[in-house]
């Protein structure tokens, strides 16, 4: 089975520009989470989707914002790119949203913004 | 407020010595751990993970962890590490609040090995 796949794999934008970042989680996985990581740092939680609800908010501004699809892949938007932005954003895939389930990371897309 | 602290930012070894990552939390709720590795340029994989029951858990390729609830820690250790376990390693917790869950990482420990 195909793990979490995110697109694109690199992406370079400059400050003010915006910019959609995608992902699918693993198949029969309902709930999809993206994560910022920047460098040196370990990743920070920002959404967390469950059948197409945002059931949960990490402390970003609203320049951040995400959605997921009838097919539960989902899309994370950021706008007025600044250059703070730059990281690797982190999609991750779950059957469910109980803690106790492990979360399965994509590979990530590294976002360097000029 | 949940949170996680891995104490040791670089751990240089050699080749076939013991190592151990620390990690401590904080949290008032019941608590899952993990360990995740992050090799060069690559996401994160699970290395292992704490959810109940026995407080010493393992994975397949000798890494170990041990759930302290009275020291709120989950140190990670190997008795001998190898060439291929060069990556840095990230201690997390995974939250669970009304209706979402999410998992506060620690800022990492770069596991370094010399030959």
């Known amino acids: 089975d195909a793990g979490v796949t995110q697109s694109p794999t690199h992406l370079i934008k400059t400050r003010g520009q915006h910019v959609t970042l995608r992902c699918s989680p693993i198949?029969?996985?309902?709930?999809v989470s993206w994560y910022q990581q920047v460098l040196g740092q370990g990743p920070q939680f920002i959404f967390q989707y469950y059948e197409k609800e945002e059931r949960g908010r990490g402390n970003f501004p609203d320049r951040f914002s995400a959605r997921q699809f009838p097919n539960y892949s989902s899309e994370l938007n950021v706008n007025a790119l600044l250059l703070g932005d730059s990281a690797l954003y982190l999609c991750?895939?779950?059957?469910?949203?109980?803690?106790?389930?492990?979360?399965?990371f994509g590979p990530g897309t590294r976002l360097t913004v000029l | 407020a949940q949170s996680v602290t891995q104490l040791d930012s670089q751990v240089p070894v050699f080749e076939e010595a013991p190592v151990e990552l620390r990690c401590n939390y904080s949290s008032s709720v019941s608590v899952y751990l993990f360990w995740y590795v992050q090799y060069p340029n690559q996401g994160l994989q699970l290395l292992l993970k704490y959810l109940s029951g026995s407080t010493l858990v393992e994975s397949i390729n000798g890494f170990e962890a041990e759930f302290n609830k009275s020291q709120t820690s989950f140190h990670l250790r190997k008795p001998s590490v190898h060439i291929s376990d060069t990556a840095e390693y990230f201690c997390a917790v995974s939250v669970q609040d009304s209706s979402a869950s999410k998992i506060i990482f620690g800022s990492g420990t770069r596991l370094s090995i010399r030959p």
């Open positions: 991750a895939s779950s059957p469910r949203t109980s803690g106790r389930n492990e979360q399965f």
């Open positions: 198949s029969g996985h309902k709930s």
